[in-house]
């Protein structure tokens, strides 16, 4: 049976709550919870405390020996030993990339002991567009969870090479009014920002520092002077760094530093060996994105924490990075982030600082999971049907629109688009031609991809060939295509290709997986393309998903995420100056370092 809990809760910096916090400290009036039995984990110490934590209501109301606040109607939570930790914080996320709606994710991270979230709603942004955004923010509202926002400044990433919906400065400037947005989303056109050619973004940098808040950056592979030149213009973090060298850059040039869970190794190696010194304060941990299956099969910022504990960081300092250091780089510390008088009583009880593994959660002062089990009912939100009706492709839309031809040739040579992760530039090869049009070649690794624009705005069709796939047969259709989340399907068939997208047509957006004219696998994304309201489909088809690719060919790392982030121009690893990267987007093949568009064909 689920409890319910008031979710009318105290807003941030709010007075509410504090005078009655105050008598119970003072013992003039008793606490509604007592925490016991545990060890608290004081993140401004830095040290492990054998104490109890008293309740007022939705406040920490006294630490320590607080046996005097107990009283008849007294509820005690017993710690039975275990460690007291404050409610994990996770500095940047895309819920919408869960595949999940609000609710549907909040029922996944509570038992995981993150409490709040810092949410960049730039995907439903790209699909729905402003009043995506509006939707997505009505129904954080209505869940327990802590969700705080960062307007949107990407959408689209890249202006003029990509076709999406659109937010402008207005847009930002209305969303920052609200006292839970807490800062600008990533920043993402570096290049256009510091060559003086995205004003736009720019205009939405100075409006967020003229109201005090903060600007989250998107540094990708950027170093040297334009990592300092993209730092001066206001951005105040990144959570795009990729080696530990990177990590000890933007700390140097004070930057907040975000750190991904899948990344952990590699980014904070340093603080392990050679580089124990150096202060870990301005360390953030965060998920980005995560897919519903795998916030089921390894959690959230409990993995997060779990995983720099194992790097053999100190178990303070890792938790430090999931909880005080980011409530203190969005200015929520005076409610959030540690365990004290007057803060918000969001407690995780964990069985151990190496195990790590989340016992009891504690939400607003109710016990909320348990053992991994929500104890909670959080009421369903019904989306609109305005909000499942966004896969719009061009009438008349057939085959022949994605073959690339050469009339009157027996061979070419085309410009290759990479996987962005393989660490390869892209590159020009020979591809034959039969009946007058190109073809991929699986010898090579090199596939079809096309980009089809699917919000009704100009019928684009952006076609390439890709490297690195894996994909010997088939194709695969998504209309998750980070960013713009216009379909993207990449495949050696042009007829398994028409057939996935026509498919994903009529599923109103998802995945499909196909194969010789028949569905392998597929999950239905109807909200804005990208989120189902079936939290628990996408959970079990996200291996089944992977599995149908897989027997496509479909390889790592492409297989982790269904990629698709071919088409975007300001991916992670498509920056640095010296780079030959061309990406797939509706519009063509983009160059972004040079911000121009390219003939696949070479002439």
Not at 1 to 29: E, H, L
Not at 258 to 272: A, T, W
Not at 290 to 315: C, Q, T, W
Request: with cysteine; aromatic share 6%.
């Amino acid at each position: 049976m689920f409890k319910k809990i008031d979710i009318d809760r105290i807003g941030i910096n709010s007075f509410d709550g504090r005078i009655d916090a105050m008598n119970v400290a003072a013992g003039k009036t008793k606490a509604n919870t007592v925490v016991v039995g545990g060890k608290l984990v004081n993140v401004h110490t830095g040290r492990i405390e054998k104490c109890d934590v008293a309740i007022s209501d939705k406040r920490i109301a006294a630490v320590g020996n607080v046996d005097y606040t107990i009283g008849s109607d007294t509820k005690i939570i017993d710690a039975d030993g275990c460690f007291i930790c404050p409610g994990f914080i996770d500095a940047h996320i895309h819920i919408d990339d869960s595949l999940l709606t609000v609710t549907g994710f909040t029922k996944l991270a509570i038992p995981t002991g993150t409490l709040t979230v810092i949410q960049d709603s730039h995907e439903i942004g790209n699909a729905l567009g402003m009043k995506g955004v509006l939707l997505y923010r009505k129904e954080a509202k209505r869940v327990p969870l802590r969700v705080f926002f960062t307007a949107p400044s990407s959408v689209p990433s890249v202006p003029s090479f990509e076709t999406t919906m659109e937010i402008d400065h207005n847009d930002v400037l209305r969303l920052l009014k609200f006292s839970d947005t807490v800062g600008l989303a990533e920043v993402m056109d570096y290049l256009g920002i510091i060559d003086g050619q995205n004003a736009e973004s720019i205009y939405k940098i100075q409006l967020t520092i003229e109201r005090g808040k903060a600007v989250d950056g998107h540094f990708s592979n950027l170093s040297g002077k334009d990592l300092q030149a993209y730092t001066a213009v206001g951005n105040q973090s990144d959570h795009e760094a990729r080696t530990s060298e990177q990590v000890k850059e933007r700390l140097s040039a004070g930057l907040w530093t975000m750190i991904n869970g899948g990344r952990i190794k590699d980014e904070l190696r340093f603080l392990v060996e050679g580089d124990t010194d150096i202060d870990t304060r301005h360390i953030l941990l965060d998920t980005d994105d995560r897919h519903a299956g795998d916030i089921d099969k390894f959690g959230l910022m409990d993995y997060n924490i779990r995983e720099v504990i194992k790097l053999g960081v100190s178990p303070v300092k890792a938790i430090q990075m999931g909880t005080l250091n980011t409530a203190e780089y969005f200015g929520l510390d005076r409610d959030l982030g540690s365990i004290g008088p007057g803060k918000f009583a969001d407690l995780v009880i964990v069985d151990g600082l190496e195990s790590f593994n989340v016992k009891k959660v504690i939400l607003d002062g109710n016990l909320v999971a348990e053992d991994g089990k929500l104890l909670i009912k959080v009421k369903e939100f019904r989306y609109p049907k305005w909000a499942k009706d966004s896969i719009k492709i061009k009438k008349g839309f057939n085959v022949k629109d994605l073959e690339i031809r050469a009339p009157q040739k027996v061979e070419i040579q085309a410009r290759i688009s990479i996987i962005p992760t393989l660490g390869k530039s892209s590159f020009i090869e020979t591809l034959k031609v039969a009946n007058d049009i190109v073809q991929p070649d699986i010898e090579k690794d090199i596939v079809k991809m096309a980009v089809i624009e699917r919000y009704g705005k100009n019928g684009n069709i952006g076609l390439g060939f890709v490297f690195g796939t894996g994909i010997k047969t088939g194709a695969l259709a998504a209309s998750i295509t980070h960013d713009s989340h216009n379909i993207s399907v990449a495949g050696v068939s042009d007829q398994d290709m028409y057939f996935a997208v026509k498919r994903l047509e009529q599923i109103h957006g998802g995945y499909v997986v196909v194969n010789n004219g028949k569905v392998l696998e597929e999950l239905a994304l109807p909200i804005g393309g990208i989120i189902t309201e079936d939290t628990e489909e996408a959970i079990e088809k996200q291996d089944r998903l992977r599995e149908a690719a897989k027997s496509i060919g479909l390889n790592p790392p492409f297989l982790r995420t269904f990629g698709m982030t071919y088409a975007l121009p300001g991916y992670p690893g498509r920056g640095n100056r010296g780079d030959v990267i061309w990406t797939i987007t509706d519009v063509g093949l983009v160059d972004y370092v040079n911000r121009r568009l390219l003939d696949v064909i070479v002439s």
